[in-house]
């Protein structure tokens, strides 16, 4: 019986879903690319480790944006306190099997972020 | 009956298998994940394994077809991160169980090779090509995809296009019989939690025969579930015929058991 509805629905409502199905996707696209991690800017640099340039923390948002979502979806930069990254970013750094220094350069980009979107959230000036 | 005394689970009342599996992915979902697992069962993604990793999957189909006809198909794979976006893939054994027959036979071995070219979060669209050769007891067949990919926060939708080429014959070299399929797949996938995800999947397939022309397609449509734990990750889709082909399985399920080393 559930097939026979199934074909039913299908047969009926197939035109109609299509087009739902596509609307729903590029609702997903348009969310998808406004939901990227925020872009390397020079104000970053304040909250990295000494000696990071921007071309780094470009490599560190690349990182982030190829081996992370290669298991899961991405979390905010801002989701978690520095001392969680810390934890969090060595033991995925091992699953995933990325090198040490891809692991810093993705530390450093996290942190970056993370305080630029806190300080943005305050409405403060990083300057 | 036969087919429950070789599959118990099948035996059990729908409201027990709906509680187990439920309780499985309660106790899942509570845990963190790991594994770089697959979000289909039938739709294959863009991304390869990670340089040097090894993965062996074990990929189970059932199929039943109208008159209580019911087929088991097993393959296990070991797939390995040859570099940065390319993964190569041992098919060890593929092999069947016929539940009326109730015997099983070794069907082929093969290689597939997965090179990927664009990233489905970097990139405007995620896309690989896949390649697949297969040689078995009076079978060989060639295999090739390309797959499209988008990731979209926890969405991800993913779709396959796929013609395939089969020869049968005694020998290698005097092969007779020669059939074709084209398919597309398209699979969404919402990730509820780092260790569970749900999502659709639809499959089309159009059985060329002896490459005289397109059959009618075959439509199926139906939901897909994702686990995860640590190294471990399965992912079960069951789909329904949503066409009336009565020679074609009204419905169909996959599930696929991996663990990475």
Not at chain 1, 13 to 41: D, H, I, K, M, Q
Not at chain 2, 78 to 92: C, D, I
Request: proline content about 4%; charged content about 20%.
């Amino acid at each position: 019986m559930p097939i026979s509805s199934l074909q039913a629905v299908v047969s009926v409502y197939g035109r109609r879903l299509v087009c739902a199905a596509s609307v729903f996707v590029a609702a997903l696209w348009l969310e998808g690319c406004a939901g990227l991690p925020p872009e390397v800017t020079p104000r970053m640099l304040d909250f990295s480790a000494r000696g990071k340039t921007l071309p780094d923390l470009e490599e560190g948002r690349t990182v982030f944006l190829v081996a992370c979502t290669r298991c899961h979806a991405l979390d905010a930069p801002d989701k978690f306190s520095e001392a969680q990254w810390r934890r969090i970013v060595p033991e995925m750094a091992e699953s995933s099997k990325i090198s040490q220094r891809a692991e810093g350069l993705l530390l450093d980009y996290l942190l970056g972020a993370r305080a630029q979107l806190l300080a943005q959230k305050a409405g403060r000036d990083l300057r | 009956m036969k087919a429950s005394r070789v599959l118990p689970f099948f035996v059990f009342s729908t409201g027990c298998r709906a509680a187990a599996i439920c309780a499985c992915l309660c106790l899942l979902s509570a845990q963190s994940a790991r594994a770089s697992e697959r979000a289909f069962a039938y739709t294959y993604q863009s991304l390869t394994a990670p340089v040097g990793e090894l993965e062996l999957e074990n990929k189970l189909t059932w199929k039943s077809r109208p008159g209580q006809i019911r087929e088991f198909a097993f393959q296990h794979e070991l797939e390995f991160g040859l570099s940065e976006k390319t993964q190569l893939a041992l098919y060890v054994a593929n092999w069947q169980y016929d539940a009326r027959e109730r015997g099983s036979a070794y069907q082929s071995s093969g290689l597939e090779i997965i090179h990927n070219f664009t990233h489905p979060v970097k990139d405007l669209l995620g896309s690989a090509i896949y390649g697949e050769v297969q040689m078995g007891d009076g079978l060989f067949s060639l295999e090739g995809k390309l797959i499209l990919e988008k990731k979209f926060g926890p969405w991800v939708v993913a779709w396959n296009g796929e013609v395939k080429a089969e020869w049968e014959g005694r020998r290698i070299g005097d092969f007779q019989d020669s059939a074709g399929e084209l398919s597309q797949t398209l699979g969404v996938s919402y990730e509820i939690n780092r260790s569970l995800a749900v999502g659709v999947e639809l499959l089309q397939e159009v059985p060329l025969g002896a490459w005289h022309g397109p059959a009618n397609p075959e439509w199926y449509l139906g939901p897909n579930v994702t686990v995860r734990k640590g190294r471990f990750y399965a992912t079960l889709t069951t789909l329904f015929q949503s066409t009336d082909r009565q020679s074609a399985p009204s419905v169909q399920a996959r599930t696929i058991v991996g663990v990475e080393f």
